[in-house]
C-alpha cells in the first residue's frame, strides 16, 4: 500500500497544481469581465461569478480523473511519490466514474481538513492501510514500485496484492513473523539451532506460498479479461445453424477454455487457503517446542511437517504452470 509520506506528498503537490488551476480561472474570469464590458456583482451573483464557480467545483471533483486520463494512469502529485490509485478487488487502475466519486469524497473530507487528516492518521494504522474513502468507493491507493515479486526470506517487502491473494499472503507472513519473535529469546545451543532450522524453512514456506498466490493473480487476471456471457451468447446465435459448424465448435472450445480457466483460479485459491494453513499448523507446533522443552512433539516432526508442505508446493507448481499471454 502507499505509505502516509507517499499520500501526503502526493495530496500537496495535487493541491499546488490545483491551486495553479484556481489561479488560471481567475484569469480566465478577468479576461471575460475585460471582453464582455459586464461589470463584477457585489455580491458575485452575476454569470461570469456563477461560472467560474461551477468550473471550479467540476475541476476540484473531476482533477484525479482527468489528471490521471492525462498523466498516463496517475496524478501529477502521485506519478511523482509513484503511487496509484487501484480497484480493490483486482487490482486494475480505477476507472474514470470510479476517480469522479472518489475525488468527490475527498473534497467533501478535506473541505473541513480535521476529518481529512484524521481518516490519514487512522488509515496508517489499519490492516489493509485504507482511508474510509478508499472503502466506500472499493479502492486503494497503492505504492507502484511495490509489484508482486518473489521475496528473500532475509528481506521481505509489503506488497499490495488483490483479495483473496493478499489476505492470504499476509497470514503466511504474519505466521513466520510470530514463530521468528518467539525463538529470538530462546538461548543460543543445540536447542536453537534446531528452531532455527525450523525458522529457515517456513520462511522458505513463506516464499512458496507468496509465489503462488502471484500465479494466482495472473491466473485471475487471465480469467478477468474473459466474459462468459458474451462468449455463450455468441455460440447460442448460431447453434443449429448446418453452414456455421465449424464456427461453432471453434467458440465452444472457447468457452470450454474460458471455464477451465476460471476453475483452475478457484482450485489455486482453495489449494493456497491448505497450504497457509499447514504453515499456520507447522508455526504453531514450532512455538510449542520453543516455549517447552518437555513438549511431546519433537523437532524432527515439525520438519517433517515443513517439508511435506514444500513437496506439496512443487505438487502445485507442476499442477498449475504459470498462465501464457493472453
Known amino acids: ?16 497544481c490545483g491551486l495553479v488551476l484556481v489561479l488560471l480561472l481567475m484569469v480566465v474570469q478577468t479576461a471575460l469581465y475585460a ?42 502529485g502521485k506519478r511523482i511519490t509513484h503511487c496509484a490509485v487501484v480497484n480493490w478487488g483486482d487490482g486494475e487502475p480505477a476507472g474514470f466514474p470510479l476517480l469522479v466519486g472518489r475525488n468527490t469524497l475527498l473534497f467533501l473530507e478535506w473541505i473541513f481538513l480535521i476529518p481529512g ?23 486503494a491507493a497503492v505504492n507502484r ?7 528473500t526470506a532475509s528481506s521481505p517487502t509489503p506488497v499490495w496484492r488483490p483479495e483473496p491473494w493478499g489476505s492470504l499472503v499476509q497470514t503466511a507472513v504474519e505466521a513466520r513473523a510470530r514463530i ?18 525450523i525458522v529457515a524453512l517456513i520462511a522458505t514456506c513463506e516464499i512458496e506460498c507468496t509465489r503462488v498466490a502471484d500465479r494466482g493473480i495472473q491466473l485471475s487476471q487471465a480469467a478477468n479479461a474473459i466474459d462468459i456471457t458474451t462468449l455463450t451468447s455468441r ?15 471453434a467458440y465452444e472450445g472457447e468457452l470450454t477454455s474460458a471455464q477451465e480457466l476460471l476453475a483452475l483460479v478457484e482450485r489455486t485459491t482453495q489449494l493456497l487457503q491448505e497450504l497457509v494453513a499447514e504453515l ?47
Open 1 to 16: 500500500m502507499a505509505s502516509l509520506d507517499q499520500r501526503i506528498g502526493a495530496r500537496a503537490i495535487d493541491a499546488a
Open 35 to 76: 471582453i464582455s464590458g459586464m461589470e463584477r456583482d457585489a455580491e458575485g451573483n452575476d454569470p461570469i461569478n456563477t461560472g467560474i464557480n461551477y468550473l471550479l467545483v467540476i475541476a476540484i471533483v473531476s482533477y484525479d480523473a482527468i489528471t490521471s486520463r492525462v498523466c498516463g494512469g496517475a496524478t501529477p
Open 117 to 139: 487528516i484524521l481518516d490519514l492518521r487512522a488509515a496508517a494504522h489499519r490492516d489493509d492501510g485504507r482511508t474510509w474513502t478508499d472503502r466506500v468507493t472499493g479502492t
Open 145 to 151: 514500485r511495490a509489484v508482486p515479486t518473489l521475496r
Open 180 to 197: 521468528v519473535h518467539t525463538v529470538k529469546g530462546v538461548p543460543e545451543g543445540p536447542r536453537r539451532e534446531r528452531l532455527d532450522e
Open 235 to 249: 455460440l447460442e446465435s448460431i447453434a443449429g445453424e448446418p453452414d456455421k459448424v465449424s464456427l461453432a465448435k
Open 280 to 326: 499456520n499448523s507447522a508455526v504453531n507446533d514450532g512455538i510449542r517446542i520453543s516455549l517447552d522443552p518437555k513438549d511431546n512433539m519433537t523437532f524432527d516432526e515439525v520438519l517433517d511437517q515443513l517439508h511435506a508442505l514444500q513437496q506439496s508446493i512443487a505438487i502445485i507448481d507442476g499442477e498449475f504452470p504459470p498462465p501464457g499471454p493472453m
